[in-house]
């Protein structure tokens, strides 16, 4: 993903140049924003804060841009025919959403796998799917079904499995303020339900092959 805070452009994985940057809504939020910094006392006309609506107005586009994105046209993008028909997993994947009732980073990591039935998807589309739905206001619950539904609809696998692991910042730096907990999601289909095909993938994310 190619972005910087200073283009006038996003380009999204390659697939939508996101023209946001120059249109209404930068202004827009932007001056929503300069009168949320009035409420909360600060003078939005200090040299430090100048910019910031404008930053905020962009950084916060760029934080939902999934809305804009279709996650089964990435999926049909790169699909192959293949008789490969054991599990396939991608795991730790880094997560960033936004909780919908604070609008407050909640992030961590998915495992997702699934067992191809007559085709196989490219292995980068699966994390590039988990920001469509990511870059969105979210619950971790609605992520990880949505993930699920979109890879099971799309490439008409045997099975998926999605178990996602977050910490909720609206739970560590306000509200209960709880530093250390974690959040645990998961979505199964097809042989993903039944044992032992989902303790195999259980086992396989838990197992630390690389070190
Ligand atoms: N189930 C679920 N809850 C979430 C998620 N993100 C945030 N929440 C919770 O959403 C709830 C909103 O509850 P409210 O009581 O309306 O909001 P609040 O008064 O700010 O709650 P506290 O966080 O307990 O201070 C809180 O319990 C949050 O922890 C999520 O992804 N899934
Ligand atoms: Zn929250």
């Known amino acids: ?4 805070d200073n283009d006038e452009h996003f380009e999204v994985n390659g697939y939508a140049k996101i023209d946001r940057y120059n249109d209404s809504k930068t202004s827009e939020i932007a001056s929503n924003y300069k ?17 910031t609506p404008e930053r905020y107005a962009k950084a916060l586009q760029f934080l939902t841009h999934g809305y804009d994105l279709d996650a ?13 028909s054991q599990m396939v997993i991608v795991k730790d994947i880094e997560v960033y959403s936004l909780c919908e009732h604070h609008v407050i980073p909640f992030f961590g990591k998915a495992h997702i796998a699934y067992i191809p039935d007559g085709h196989i998807v490219g292995l980068s589309k699966i994390p590039r799917i988990v920001d469509v ?7 971790q619950e609605r992520l990880t079904n949505e993930i699920r539904d979109c890879i099971q609809a799309t490439l008409k696998p045997a099975g998926v499995a999605v178990v996602m692991e977050c910490k909720h910042m609206c739970m560590s730096m306000r509200g209960i303020q709880k530093q250390n907990s974690v959040t645990t999601t ?18 396989l994310i838990s197992a630390d092959l690389y070190k």
Request: net charge negative; glycine share 6%.
């Open 1 to 4: 993903m190619i972005y910087s």
């Open 72 to 84: 089964a046209e990435i999926l049909r993008s790169a699909m192959f025919k293949e008789e490969y």
């Open 133 to 139: 739905f990511a870059r969105r206001l979210q619950v």
């Open 35 to 51: 009168e949320i910094l009035r409420q909360i006392g600060e003078d939005p006309e200090r040299e430090g804060l100048l910019k």
């Open 186 to 203: 998961s979505a199964f289909t097809g042989e993903f339900v039944n044992e032992p095909t989902r303790s195999e993938f259980l086992r």
